[in-house]
């Protein structure tokens, strides 16, 4: 990881190196051939270098701002983090809320913190109702807000809220990015 590190952006180093490995990491533990305790050293190990990589990028406090969270009882946020570092590396400001976020308090920081952008990350199934209740609820306070909402549970997502849905790599991130600045 140092050598790909030192040899590429970092970008790609967590698209094209990180991502295959937590999905091989995640299946082998699906698989029993790793346990738990694997799975969070190798998970807990590429979130921590992730974050350092957001450290290093300079805020923008007139640009976009945004707010990255995961609903209630999602415990997965790397995902999320690569979002948060893809915007903030173009300029978005990104408030990161994290895992297991509670919607109670949204609207005031939406206020106060002049949020135009809300990320969402989901990779359970149960949470489709609370995000449409949310996406619902912000979007009739909100008017010129925008949503995105990408993991490995979008899959389940109601039929009016597929319009929000990220899906791909790095790619399509960049070709959806160019869309979101258009408006």
Same mark, same amino acid.
């Given at each position: 990881?140092?050598? !790909?590190? $030192? ?22 533990? $699906? ?5 738990? $305790? %694997?799975?969070?050293? +190798?998970?807990? #190990?590429?979130?921590?270098?992730? %974050?350092?990589?957001?450290? *290093? ?10 707010? $990255?969270?995961?609903? *209630? ?31 109670? #308090? ?7 913190? %002049?949020?135009?952008?809300?990320? +969402? !990350? ?36 109601? *039929?009016?809220?597929?319009? #929000? ?19």
């Amino acid at each position: 990881i140092n050598i !790909s590190l $030192a040899m590429y952006d970092f970008e790609e180093v967590c698209h094209y190196i990180f991502i295959p490995i937590l999905h091989r990491v995640g299946d082998e533990w $699906a698989d029993g051939k790793v346990s738990v $305790a %694997q799975e969070h050293l +190798i998970s807990s #190990y590429l979130e921590r270098r992730i %974050q350092s990589f957001l450290i *290093e990028v300079p805020e923008q406090p007139m640009g976009v701002r945004a707010i $990255a969270l995961c609903p *209630e009882f999602e415990q997965h946020k790397i995902g999320l983090l690569l979002f948060s570092l893809f915007l903030n590396k173009r300029g978005v400001q990104v408030y990161f809320l994290g895992q297991n976020t509670p919607v109670d #308090y949204l609207e005031k920081m939406i206020t106060v913190n %002049q949020i135009r952008l809300v990320c +969402i !990350s989901m990779t359970i199934k149960q949470n489709s109702e609370s995000i449409q209740k949310m996406i619902t609820k912000l979007s009739r306070s909100f008017k010129d807000i925008t949503f995105v909402i990408g993991g490995e549970g979008t899959a389940f997502l109601p *039929e009016d809220l597929t319009f #929000y849905q990220i899906k791909g790599g790095l790619m399509e991130w960049k070709h959806w990015f160019i869309e979101f600045s258009r408006k």
